[in-house]
């Protein structure tokens, strides 16, 4: 029953989103665009948001908003947002390729803060800096960091 709820609920979002007229919808797009090309990535994140609400199928928006989630720092929007994304597209390989360079950057961050701060002597340190350890050494090898994106 609730799937069925749910699929009657984005149908008719769907449906909302044919009343928005599609060159204020292209308009929205360009200048969301425009914002993220000029580096202003709160705005493009506010305008790829609205973008999002009256495409609700679209997963390219989602996308995009990830991308400005992730220059502005906010990780967990990011990642919210493409997976979003991969919900409408699980076929989206720039969302996959994205979705992973923020969460190992997050991994990374974490892996460095340990380090400085765990005391080797407490019980399981060893499995702990040993995992960050190689995590370490696989982002260090050629090839394995990935492209600039987002």
């Keep these: 029953m609730q799937r069925l709820s749910l699929a009657l609920f984005l149908t008719l979002l769907a449906g909302c989103s044919s009343m928005i ?38 997963a390219g928006v ?47 961050f974490t892996a460095g803060e340990m380090h400085q701060v765990l005391n080797p002597q407490q019980p399981m340190a060893d499995r702990a800096l040993g995992l960050g350890e190689r995590l370490l050494d696989v982002m260090q090898q050629p090839g394995q960091a990935g492209g600039q994106e987002p």
């Design 62 to 108: 989602r996308y995009q908003l990830g991308n400005s989630l992730a220059r502005q720092g906010n990780t967990r929007g990011a990642i919210a947002s493409y997976r979003e994304a991969l919900v409408r597209d699980p076929q989206h390989a720039r969302a996959w390729h994205n979705l992973l360079q923020v969460q190992l950057r997050e991994a990374l």
């Design 21 to 58: 007229p599609q060159s204020s919808l292209t308009a929205l797009q360009n200048d969301a665009d425009r914002a993220y090309a000029a580096g202003n990535f709160e705005q493009a994140g506010t305008l790829y948001r609205r973008l999002s609400q009256s495409l609700p199928t679209d």
